[in-house]
């Protein structure tokens, strides 16, 4: 019975230190460069002209992709993204992420076109480019989530309200029909 019982033991601490390979389990396409997050955590980038993927040495909660840009959010709230002049010119996985300054307390990310959108902890909407630094979106009411559009970005508001903004234009509630839907 004890030989039993310990040969039942190691079966069973051999099959829980085999490592199951790494899932696929989130994916965004960008302009340039795709992004994929397997199951252990480990983000992955190809794109730039170069099929390869490259794994990324920093864990990041989430990642969106645009047509010219790629934002990864770390734990801490802060906001990184993908710099393909790096990588093409160093050849560092390191030198690739840099972060975007002026912008922390994040809790999701959401991008579309050239530009990210940034849903602060506070429930304030910040919208950047590589190029410009982030500007928070007045005037939008408690919200649920965000989505980036090439032109139009939409918030979703608490109420079922639906709203949308762009760079030139400030936030607007898109008047539907939507409540005959219910």
């Known amino acids: 019975m004890t030989k039993t019982l310990v040969a039942g033991a190691l079966s069973l601490g ?3 230190s085999a490592r ?3 899932r696929v389990e989130r ?3 960008g ?9 252990d955590g480990t983000l992955w980038v190809w794109g ?6 490259t794994p990324l040495p920093t864990r990041f909660l989430s990642f969106a992709a645009g047509r010219t840009q790629m934002s990864l959010l770390s734990s801490d709230g802060t906001v990184w993204r993908m710099d393909g ?5 160093e050849g560092d996985p390191a030198a690739m992420v840099v972060p975007f300054t002026g912008v922390a307390g994040v809790a999701a990310l959401a991008a579309a076109g050239d530009h990210t959108l940034a849903w602060k902890i506070d429930g304030s909407v910040w919208r950047f480019t590589q190029d410009e630094a982030p500007t928070r979106i007045a005037g939008l009411p408690p919200f649920l ?8 970005d939409l918030a ?3 109420d079922g309200t639906v709203w949308t903004f762009s760079s030139q234009d400030a936030p607007s509630q898109v008047r539907c029909c939507c409540h005959r839907l219910g």
């Open 20 to 22: 199951e390979p790494a």
């Open 48 to 53: 730039d002209g170069d099929p390869a993927l």
């Open 156 to 158: 979703l508001a608490f």
């Open 27 to 29: 994916v965004a396409a």
């Open 85 to 89: 002049a790096a990588r093409e010119s």
């Open 14 to 16: 051999l099959l829980a």
């Open 31 to 39: 302009g340039n460069q795709s992004i994929l997050q397997t199951s």
């Open 145 to 152: 989530t965000v989505a980036a559009g090439i032109k139009r």
